[in-house]
T-cell receptor, first 112, second 115 residues
Framework: EAQVTQNPRYLITVTGKKLTVTCSQN?????MSWYRQDPGLGLRQIYY???????DKGDVPEGYKVSRKEKRNFPLILESPSPNQTSLYFC???????????FGPGTRLLVL | DQQVKQNSPSLSVQEGRISILNCDYT??????FLWYKKYPAEGPTFLIS?????DKNEDGRFTVFLNKSAKHLSLHIVPSQPGDSAVYFC??????????????FGKGTHLIIQP
């Protein structure tokens, strides 16, 4: 089954404790992206990747890092999480940036 | 500055009637538009799209209209069904390359279909 998976689905952590949210897709997609969804703000892009080893900042990249060492994986790293990063995070992938993006189920993060 | 605007946070429609969701954009570089549907506790799923070279695209009960001169698009659902109750996001992609060129989303409209 073609899908985008994210882990964990739910995470509670404390300020400053490094964490990684994994994202994997099995559709051989070139383009991958991370979004966060906040009440009243919709979905905002954090980082995107056009291909392996090619990543770039989206609209709200501060406090986040990503890497793309393999085509299928695109982890989101929070080196020192803060409470304002409490949000619902979505990973997405597509053949290229102009194609329909397929979204993962989301990761709900609470930073205390 | 919000480049994709959905000015109605919520919309209530009776089952069987037409639902019309509106979206306005400000960036004239956008040339591809999409609608996504989102249920609680799930990721957004693609619904329908339209290229800027068209003014209408239809898929079953869903039709998207694009008015480039007004920088406006709308999603029509007819007839509306209870399963259509969800949050609908309008999204846009600019033509060309470079920059933060992923999807730019609106804030969403919560559609509620009343029985």
């Amino acid at each position: 089954e073609a899908q985008v998976t994210q882990n964990p689905r739910y995470l509670i952590t404390v300020t400053g404790k490094k964490l990684t949210v994994t994202c994997s897709q099995n559709m051989n997609h070139e383009y991958m992206s991370w979004y966060r969804q906040d009440p009243g703000l919709g979905l905002r892009q954090i980082y995107y990747s056009m291909n392996v080893e090619v990543t770039d900042k989206g609209d709200v990249p501060e406090g986040y890092k990503v890497s793309r060492k393999e085509k299928r994986n695109f982890p989101l790293i929070l080196e020192s999480p803060s409470p304002n990063q409490t949000s619902l995070y979505f990973c997405a992938s597509s053949l290229d940036r102009q194609e329909t993006q397929y979204f993962g189920p989301g990761t709900r993060l609470l930073v205390l | 500055d919000q480049q994709v605007k959905q000015n109605s946070p919520s919309l209530s429609v009776q089952e069987g009637r037409i639902s019309i969701l509106n979206c306005d954009y400000t960036n004239s570089m956008f040339d591809y538009f999409l609608w996504y549907k989102k249920y609680p506790a799930e990721g957004p799923t693609f619904l329908i799209s339209i290229s800027s070279i068209k003014d209408k695209n239809e898929d079953g009960r869903f039709t998207v209209f694009l008015n480039k001169s007004a920088k406006h698009l709308s999603l029509h659902i007819v007839p509306s069904q209870p399963g259509d109750s969800a949050v609908y996001f309008c999204a846009a992609i600019p033509g060309g390359g470079g920059g933060a060129d992923g999807l730019t989303f609106g804030k969403g409209t919560h559609l509620i279909i009343q029985p």
